[in-house]
């Protein structure tokens, strides 16, 4: 049954979204980043990715793309995709799911629309930047 199944809460994990500060000819290009707090690895990671909502008069879905990393490891940040600013206007959900002490975890990341601006920026753990965090 469903209740028997431990359902274990993701601590110390985070995506980050941030502008592009390394090349100057991408003013317009941002990232997003998994975030590994823990001082252990995290196993078998996968990440899909899905943009959603509306603009204008236009309903707009993106293609799900799958990213798979064998490992990350303790305090670093590694690198997802590139985001165009404007994927902002809709809703940016991130899905992750990864091996961690015997255990698979998964928890859903959404950046609602709008919620990706410099009035929310915060310091970036492991990146030396700032951008919009969702622990």
């Not at 990213?67 to 206007?89: C, K, N, S, T, W």
Request: no cysteine; charged share 25%; glycine share 6%.
């Amino acid at each position: 049954m469903l209740k028997d199944i431990p359902r274990r809460k993701v601590t110390d994990v985070a995506m980050a979204v941030a502008p592009r500060l390394d090349d100057p000819h991408t003013d317009d290009l941002w990232d997003v980043y998994l975030i590994n707090m823990k001082e252990v690895p995290l196993y078998h990671v996968l990440v899909a990715s899905e943009g959603y909502g509306q603009i204008g008069n236009d309903k707009v879905k993106t293609t799900i793309l799958r990213h798979y990393f064998e490992e990350v490891g303790p305090l670093r940040a590694v690198q997802i995709e590139p985001i165009m600013p404007d994927m902002f206007q809709i809703t940016n959900q991130f899905w992750v799911s990864f091996w961690h002490d015997g255990y698979m975890y998964d928890k859903k990341y959404v950046f609602v629309r709008g919620s990706i601006r410099e009035d929310h920026f915060t310091a970036l753990p492991f990146l030396n930047q700032q951008g919009v965090m969702i622990r």
